[in-house]
């Protein structure tokens, strides 16, 4: 019975028996074991997909690259590439400007809470040099909350001796304080067997292994093929890797959401309590990131590709869509994600191997979305009314900042640090998000995913180079 089951039905058992186990443990006082026992082996999971994630990169851009037939193919199809990973994103964000400013999250919290927020936001205003009230109020000059400037500064200085919220910070001004061309720099390694042991340094494998592909179509193609031939059977033995590790998923899977709860608090009661704080942030985020996933990215894929229909579309991506939503992280579930596309949407090889890698490093719209949506909340929150020069300001810095996002867990906080700081507010406030940022995360990933599906289908169409089997049947993989 279990071996024939989809491989996407026996992930979405394991995700809700992981739940179901979290919330028992929870309950009955089990989470030390669980965190000790049970919650390495989703962290040996994510370490698996992670270390074939990036040779798997580095051999499928060079095998495609090099079973290019006309080289200048190469050319246009990357601008295509990040054309279309550009749009999304930019779309991404204006979905969560609208959903924000349309639903307003930030009114439903008590009017007290708001002007203390705001009281703490004018402390920090007049204690940062440079620093001016972005909507030009000044509750603090109003005798009727003068007795609360001292408790609102005393607030003020807590969040900002936050330790967590100090180490995202020092990590934002390092990205800040690099030079205009500093991402061309980055872009190049200075040693490639760095780059491939470094996880945060995709770009740099990416850029090596286009040049490395071109330069195999450059040279003559008797000296070419032995390397080809070596590359390419170096790439069917980490797709196979991948196979196997996938055996295993709903277990892995099982692990990583029972670990996950397990971190989040120690009883059923202080889970719901973290998320019923944030409910109205956490449901107009969701409904942004649900409306991506299921209604722009499948009406986009189906409008290109006739033959696909809007049910088969999730049956053929779904093992990817439950790894995302498991692992958090677009980089750890890559491999999945193109076994998928190539084997059950039919986009060629060549166009999965160079547009997939390139998507889990710069396609972030689930975290542009959630930046959107995280920002405008914040200030509502603190009574500050962003104009619209200033919410454009952050449509361009979270477009601009997911590009650099890293494929991982939460990496899209220290985004969001850059963000804030963009538009003159307090970059402490990420602390106010964190209790539901990692569950809210995993959700962000599948936003990603899904689009990097939908535009190697794109691309894949657009190229001629799109054969969808109209016979799958959605079979274990």
């Known amino acids: 019975m279990w071996k024939k089951l989809p491989l996407h039905v026996k992930i979405i058992i394991g995700l809700i028996l992981g739940i179901i186990y979290s919330f028992v443990s929870s309950y009955l006082g089990w989470n030390t074991f669980t965190k000790n026992w049970i919650d390495p082996f ?3 999971f994510i370490n698996l997909l992670k270390f074939i994630a990036i040779p798997l990169v580095l051999f499928s851009i060079i095998t495609g690259v090099a079973g290019l037939p006309d080289p200048s193919k190469l050319g246009r ?8 990973y550009l749009i999304t994103t930019v779309f991404a964000v204006t979905v969560g400007l609208v959903l924000v400013n349309t639903l307003r999250p930030g009114d439903y919290i008590s009017m007290d809470s708001r002007v203390k927020n705001r009281l703490k936001y ?7 040099p440079g620093v001016d009230i972005l909507d030009g109020k000044n509750y603090s000059d109003d005798p009727e909350y003068a007795d609360q400037m001292d408790d609102a500064e005393a607030l003020m200085e807590q969040e900002l001796n936050n330790q967590t919220v100090e180490e995202r910070m020092q990590s934002a001004e390092e990205m800040k304080s690099s030079g205009p061309l500093d991402f061309l720099v980055d872009f190049v390694p200075d040693n490639i067997f760095a780059a491939l042991s470094d996880g945060g340094r995709m770009l740099q494998v990416i850029f090596f292994a286009i040049f490395f592909g071109i330069m195999l179509l450059l040279i003559p193609k008797e000296k070419a093929k032995p390397v080809i031939d070596v590359v390419d059977g170096a790439n069917e033995v980490f797709l196979r890797m991948v196979e196997v590790i996938m055996n ?6 099982f692990a990583l959401m029972a670990g996950v709860i397990a971190k989040m608090a120690d009883t059923p009661a202080e889970v719901l309590q973290i998320f019923r704080g944030l409910l109205s942030y956490s449901l107009v985020l969701l409904f942004g990131l649900l409306l991506m996933i299921f209604v ?8 290109v590709a006739r033959e696909l229909k809007y049910r088969e579309f999730f049956k053929r991506i779904s093992p990817a869509q439950f790894l995302a939503f498991s692992t958090s992280s677009s980089a750890a579930t890559l491999p999945v994600t193109m076994e998928c596309v190539r084997d059950n949407i039919g986009v060629s090889k060549n166009v999965t191997n160079f547009v997939l890698p390139i998507g889990a490093t710069v396609n972030m719209d689930g975290t542009s979305l959630y930046q ?3 920002v405008v909340f914040m200030a509502q929150m603190h009574l500050v009314d962003l104009s619209i020069a200033q919410q454009l300001t952050i449509v361009l810095t979270a477009t601009l900042a997911s590009i650099g996002a890293a494929a991982v867990p939460s990496a899209g906080i220290v985004m969001m640090i850059i963000v804030l700081q963009s538009v003159g507010l307090n970059p402490a406030w990420v602390a106010i998000i964190f209790p539901v ?3 809210l995360d995993m959700f962000r990933t599948v936003v990603n995913v899904t689009g990097d599906a939908t535009v190697s289908t794109v691309i894949a169409k657009s190229e001629g180079e799109l054969d ?4 799958y049947s959605g079979a274990v993989q």
């Not at 722009?296 to 409008?303: H, L, N």
């Not at 969808?468 to 016979?471: K, L």
């Open 122 to 128: 004018e402390a920090w205003v007049k204690a940062t």
């Open 248 to 253: 295993a998923a709903p277990f892995f899977v």
């Open 468 to 471: 969808v089997n109209t016979g």
């Open 437 to 439: 940022d990692r569950i």
């Open 42 to 44: 989703g962290t040996i």
């Open 372 to 374: 959107a949506v995280a």
């Open 296 to 303: 722009i990215y499948p009406i986009i894929a189906v409008s």
């Open 77 to 84: 199809m990357g601008a295509k590439t990040l054309a279309a």
